[in-house]
């Protein structure tokens, strides 16, 4: 791609003010209609060192308004950020629906200096351009735009441009070391930018090669680019308005759930007798308790993290296994997220922004009391997402928890499952017990009404969602002792087995 450019490309200065007398009121005017039509845009800045990028970003948001733009400059991560997944420092500055984002430097940094440097293997790199596309596709699919620019140069114009900034105490320090190190070897980190072009360069998110020997041509490609895009996302805007009314969506039947997916229900093969007596209850409680402790300190100090989701049904017992499972855990290693309809906030930004916002970081532990299955069951049965955003839910939560997966967390899902009947005694028990009727609403009587839609809508999510790599465990909860000792069983296994691998591979290096 990088190969068959023509570098000499060139704009006089007569030319250069002309367009550009059109295209800054008209990138300006484009800013506010995205903004009022609730267009979120991220503009990425990717390139060879010395190609223009701090003056072309300077030069691009002088046509904007400020109140309504954030620069991010990406430099290497942080302490923090290298203990989360990688992605995690980007989903936490998506922009919201009436905000722009612009990138110097961005999530590419992870396959092209990182890669250079020898920080990342080679063996990971697919996976790294895997969750690159993901993360894009993801985030355009919600309606987000996301614009990419690659600024190009040669290698003798690279020098020349290192030299001019070196020459000048002002401005040397913006030349490192492995900014030189990278034009030495210009031909081998050129077929590296070439590799993540071919490898990321999708419908959805486009590259726009941006030819930056003459700086005018650069900055009136650019603005092009940009205007174009912002174009293209406000016509598509009114075409999806005027085709679809602006009614609520109509909640779906359950009569058209995928029957296919379903012959095999994993919630009706539960066994719902199974249970636990309180002496027996009691002592296995607190030796998993125990446990429990000093396998949370033993993952602090080798710095792994754990992600554990709870969903299940009203009064399903969620609450109580969470209690039980923090009981004597050290409350500084771990957060309990209690997850609620999203907040003013929380709506204006991708849906699955509110849970990245909440990874733990290696060595702590994160518990989710509801999670983002909420968009496969909550939001599909109420109808307060379409058809699209719930089904291709599936594949962005499953992307999700892998990348988490290949971080080194631990991920399990837990569903608490009752029947019907032990759900209406347990609301009828909350009513009547002064201490226990903040826990009931008439929207937990009212979901009852839809017990079977949910029930077919989660056997869908259990098929379409447990994997290896972040299984559902069906905990058989009518009676609560049997389902909190099998929470506490299953985590404590889990973390067993994790430290039993985690120490082989030490013993082999």
């Known amino acids: 791609m990088l190969e068959q450019l023509d570098l ?64 991010h400059s990406i430099g290497p991560e942080s302490t923090e950020e290298m203990m989360h997944p990688f992605l995690w420092r980007f989903w936490t500055k998506v922009p919201s629906t009436t905000q722009m984002a612009i990138f110097d430097r961005s999530w590419y940094r992870k396959v092209l200096i990182d890669r250079f440097d020898g920080i990342i293997s080679e063996s990971r790199l697919l996976s790294y351009y895997n969750a690159i596309n993901s993360f894009e596709r993801q985030l355009t699919a919600g309606g987000t735009v996301i614009i990419k620019l690659f600024l190009c140069i040669d290698k003798k114009e690279q020098k020349k441009r290192f030299k001019k900034l070196t020459d000048q105490p002002s401005s040397s320090w913006r030349v490192s070391e492995q900014d030189l190190l990278r034009n030495n070897e210009f ?27 003459n700086r005018s041509f650069a900055t009136v490609k650019i603005y092009t680019a940009v205007i174009e895009a912002m174009k293209t996302a406000l016509r598509r805007k009114t075409e999806d308005t005027s085709a679809v009314p602006a009614v609520p969506v109509t909640p779906i039947p359950a009569s058209e759930y995928s029957d296919e997916v379903l012959r095999t229900s994993s919630l009706k093969k539960a066994d719902l007798t199974l249970s636990l007596d309180r002496e027996e209850y009691r002592k296995e409680l607190k030796r998993l308790q125990n446990r429990i ?32 499972l923090t009981e004597k855990m050290d409350p500084r290693g771990y957060r309990v997220h209690p997850t609620a309809a999203p907040n003013d906030i929380e709506k204006v930004h991708h849906y699955l922004w509110r849970f990245w916002k909440n990874v733990p970081k290696d060595g702590h532990i994160a518990i989710f009391d509801r999670t983002w299955y909420g968009r496969v069951m909550v939001e599909r049965i109420e ?24 971080h080194g967390a631990i991920v399990l899902k837990f569903w608490m499952q009752i029947d019907k009947d032990e759900q209406e005694r347990r609301f009828k028990e909350r009513m009547e017990n002064p201490e226990k009727q903040w826990k009931i609403t008439d929207e937990d009587w009212r979901n009852r009404e839809k017990w079977d839609a949910y029930e077919k809508a989660v056997d869908e999510m259990l098929v379409r969602t447990s994997t290896m790599a972040a299984p559902w465990i069906i905990v058989e909860g009518n009676n609560k002792y049997y389902a909190r000792i099998k929470v506490l069983r299953t985590v404590v296994d889990a973390m067993e087995k994790r430290l039993s691998t985690y120490n082989q591979d030490t013993d082999a290096q």
């Open 293 to 324: 402790a000093d396998l949370h300190g033993e993952f602090y100090r080798r710095r792994i993290p754990v992600i554990l989701g709870f969903e299940g049904w009203d009064a399903g017992g969620k609450g109580g296994s969470i209690k039980r």
């Open 187 to 213: 031909d081998l980190y050129k077929k590296m930018n070439d590799e993540m072009l071919e490898h990321t360069d999708m419908d959805y998110a486009p590259w726009t090669i941006i030819e930056s020997m």
């Open 383 to 406: 109808g307060f997402c379409t058809r699209e955003e719930w089904q291709r839910a599936y594949q962005e939560i499953n992307e999700m928890e892998k990348q988490f997966v290949e």
């Open 8 to 71: 000499t490309k060139t704009m006089s200065k007569e030319d250069y003010h002309e367009r550009m007398e059109v295209l800054e009121p008209e990138l300006s005017r484009l800013q506010r209609e995205c903004r009022a039509n609730h267009i979120p845009i991220i503009v990425v800045f990717e390139g060879f060192g010395a190609a223009g990028k701090g003056y072309q970003i300077s030069r691009l948001i002088r046509a904007l308004d400020p109140r309504w733009f954030y620069v």
